[in-house]
């Protein structure tokens, strides 16, 4: 394992380059919407980003930088110590050009030994974060890691691409954008590259290259950060009315309406080569984002008259996503079991202490004993943390249809998907309307969406059928009585 500690880095994150301008739908192919969780039950939770850089004499590398769940993986005691260990492989394969230029493929196997606390059954929800470096040519990559638990047995793999141009050819180019998170009080930088981004960072800093050769006349390289009007509320009551499709709360996410957050122009006369360029913003609130750039030789320009265009989407979350610390993060979610007043008072409740206590008087006034309220607290949770890693899309996992209706019933016995319906079933009789919940997927005009956004259908009866369930969350029977049992 190596560190970079090189201050003189070129960095180029994610490089698919653009030859041409791009055609200004909401969507275009040079908008990069970054990775998606993968998970598969029981295998290392991962995510992986590849860094194209070079050296000040302008040899090439690439930096490969994985972050690991640290609660995804299993720990076994030996000798007395608690620890996960896990097995990586690295493989760096060029495309056929760059084979053809005398690149070879990279393997590289390490092992690793996870130190655990062993005062804790489950491991808290940390990240662990590494880097392995690779001498390369310059060329186009496709970077693959697979991580082996050596206890469960389970893998998972993930790969990204990677571009390192060749900086005597590169001209009039603009690389793709890469997100980091910056946090003040340790001065830290991380590297994002995730759709999904917590809000635990006072700020973000996106960062691209432009390239220019003495030939090239000046360019201007415009910067927006866009918000889009998209639905960020808990989801709606599943016994409510059906809202129309042209409804925010149905498309999810309405490309066509949006705020300038900020936005900079910057001229490149006198610079050559590969000029590194970063645009730092405090970190927004929660909501959908997009970084943009392009080139233009106006200084004013209409962004259909680009040169050429990049840009990265993304999706601000609550501090610890997708994990629930603080009692801001645990109490929005009981809006699936008190009514409007109670909750209304409970997000009223400014001081963090104060919230918390608030929280656990509501499961322990329901619940009466100590015991079986952290059992039940200890269900809802893990719900809402499974909801934020599989259901996220435009807005967090626990807040859409799919993710309620998860927390509230549970994982479904039998899930079907025909076109644009989804079928969720609890109980063996997939005819039984009120064990059956039907779902419709958003259209939003572009395969390129970055996620999946369902809708329930929501029905009158659904009422008592809600009202039960809840009532055995708060009375403690959601334990031992399976929805659809």
């Known amino acids: 394992m190596r560190l970079r500690l090189l201050p003189f880095l070129i960095h180029v994150l994610f490089a698919a380059f653009v030859f041409s301008g791009c055609a200004r739908s909401h969507f275009p192919d040079t908008v990069d919407i970054g990775q998606r969780l993968i998970l598969t039950d029981g295998a290392p939770e991962f995510t992986l980003a590849a860094d194209g850089s070079y050296t000040e004499a302008g040899d090439p590398f690439l930096t490969v930088s994985v972050s690991l769940s640290k609660s995804s993986l299993v720990f076994t005691s030996r000798d007395d110590t608690l620890a996960a260990r896990i097995q990586a492989r690295f493989e760096i394969l060029p495309d056929e050009e760059t084979q053809a230029r005398g690149q070879e493929t990279y393997v590289r196997t390490s092992s690793h030994t996870i130190a655990g606390d062993p005062e804790r059954t489950v491991q808290r929800s940390t990240r662990i974060r590494y880097e392995e470096v690779f001498e390369v040519q310059p060329g186009f990559y496709t970077v693959t890691l697979t991580i082996r638990d050596e206890s469960s047995g389970k893998t998972l793999t993930r790969s990204v691409n990677t571009e390192l141009p060749d900086l005597d050819d590169a001209s009039g180019l603009l690389t793709g954008i890469s997100i980091f998170g910056n946090n003040a009080s340790d001065g830290t930088t991380v590297s994002i590259a995730t759709y999904d981004i917590p809000g635990i960072y006072d700020s973000l800093t996106f960062r691209y290259f432009i390239t220019r050769s003495e030939n090239d006349p000046p360019v201007f390289a415009h910067m927006r950060l866009l918000e889009f009007e998209s639905d960020q509320q808990p989801a709606r009551h599943i016994s409510f009315r059906n809202l129309p499709s042209n409804s925010i709360r149905v498309r999810g996410i309405n490309y066509s309406e949006s705020e300038i957050i900020e936005e900079q122009s910057r ?9 590194e360029v970063e645009f730092t913003v ?10 943009e750039v392009f080139t233009s030789v106006e200084a004013d320009p209409d962004p259909s008259d680009a040169i050429v265009f990049r840009a990265r989407d993304f999706g601000m979350r609550s501090t610890h996503f997708p994990e629930v610390v603080t009692a801001r993060e645990m ?8 009514n409007d ?5 409970l997000m009223a409740i400014e001081d963090e202490t104060e919230m918390k206590r608030a929280v656990e008087r509501f499961w322990l006034d329901n619940l009466e004993s100590p015991d079986l309220a952290r059992e039940v607290m200890s269900l809802f949770y893990e719900r809402v943390v499974e909801a934020n890693k599989q259901f996220s899309n435009h807005k967090s996992g626990w807040k859409t249809d799919l993710g309620m209706i998860y927390i509230i019933f549970g994982p479904p016995w039998y899930e079907d998907q025909f076109g644009r319906e989804l079928r969720w079933t609890f109980g063996f009789d997939r005819n039984d309307p009120f064990r059956v919940f039907v779902f419709d997927r958003s259209r939003i005009g572009s395969e390129r969406f970055p996620f999946n956004s369902w809708t329930l259908n ?12 809840t009532q055995e969350w708060l009375n403690g029977f959601v334990l031992n009585r399976p929805f659809g049992s």
Do not use: C, K, N, T
């Open 267 to 275: 001229l490149f006369a006198d610079e050559f080569g590969a000029i």
């Open 341 to 345: 007043r109670e909750h209304s008072e």
């Open 282 to 291: 405090d970190s927004p609130d929660i909501g959908s984002f997009r970084f």
């Open 458 to 469: 929501r029905r009158d009866f659904y009422h008592s059928v809600y009202f039960h369930r």
């Open 331 to 338: 109490a929005e979610p009981l809006i699936y079991l008190m």
